[in-house]
């Protein structure tokens, strides 16, 4: 089965705080997609990656930026974190054409 | 760029019975792909079927069926035989097809809570 996983369930931290959040998929998946989730609003597109150290921008880069210096590893970055930006985030993984397999999400509150 | 919207947000059903969760999409594109997705409680969101636009069949797995309407843009999500497990929150997702810029992003609806009553 596929394993998408990311590094903390729950974040709390202060405005202005840089932020990492990991996500790591052991199935040598070439695409790596990072989302939010906020009540209403569904699931928006942050950042996603097609292979290592590529990326492209989604629907709402803006106050993030990623990085995949590993195939299997898809980190999302918050240069300085703001009230705004607390919210679900969920990672997910597919191979080029195939379904997405998601992570099981990590609730961030910045205060 | 493409819209999906789920103009419902909560719905309920009685355990065993059966339930129908609405999407409609907006597109330009004449071959994409649909997905609904289960999020329950535990939060790990889980493919529940997928359909691909120039199949004319409907999709089915199990209890889970859809009734995939290309000329009205409209894709729902029948739930037969509900049971407590499928209490969760349901997404439905559009995909353009594999390669070019799309690299397989998704696009997602709202969302729609469903409840089930024993």
């Known amino acids: 089965d596929v394993k998408v996983t990311q590094s903390s369930r729950y974040l709390v931290k202060r405005t202005g705080e840089k932020v990492f959040l990991e996500c790591v998929q052991d199935?040598?998946?070439?695409?790596m997609f990072w989302y939010r989730q906020d009540p209403g609003l569904g699931l928006r597109l942050i950042y996603f990656?097609?292979?290592?150290?590529?990326?492209e921008k989604g629907d709402i880069p803006e106050g993030y930026s990623v990085s995949r210096e590993k195939k299997e590893r898809f980190s999302l970055i918050l240069e300085s974190a703001s009230t705004n930006q607390t919210s679900m985030y969920l990672c997910?993984?597919?191979?080029?054409?195939?379904?997405?397999?998601f992570g099981p999400g990590t609730r961030l509150t910045v205060l | 760029a493409q819209t999906v919207t789920q103009s419902q947000p909560e719905m309920s059903v009685q355990e065993a019975e059966t339930v129908t969760l609405s999407c409609t999409y907006d597109?330009?594109?004449?071959?994409?792909?649909l997905f609904w997705y289960k999020q329950p409680p535990s939060r790990q969101m889980i493919l529940v079927i997928r359909?691909?636009?120039?199949?004319?069949q409907n999709a089915t797995e199990n209890r889970f069926s859809v009734n995939f309407q290309k000329a009205a843009k409209s894709f729902s999500l029948k739930i037969s035989d509900s049971q407590l497990g499928d209490a969760a929150m349901y997404f439905c997702?559009?995909?353009?097809?594999?390669?070019?810029?799309?690299?397989?992003?998704?696009?997602f609806g709202q969302g729609t809570i469903l409840t089930v009553h024993p």
């Open positions: 199935m040598d998946h070439e695409n």
């Open positions: 997702a559009y995909r353009s097809p594999a390669g070019g810029t799309s690299y397989g992003k998704l696009t």
């Open positions: 990656s097609y292979d290592v150290k590529m990326k």
């Open positions: 997910a993984s597919s191979l080029l054409g195939e379904s997405q397999f």
């Open positions: 359909q691909e636009a120039y199949k004319q």
């Open positions: 597109t330009s594109e004449s071959d994409y792909y």
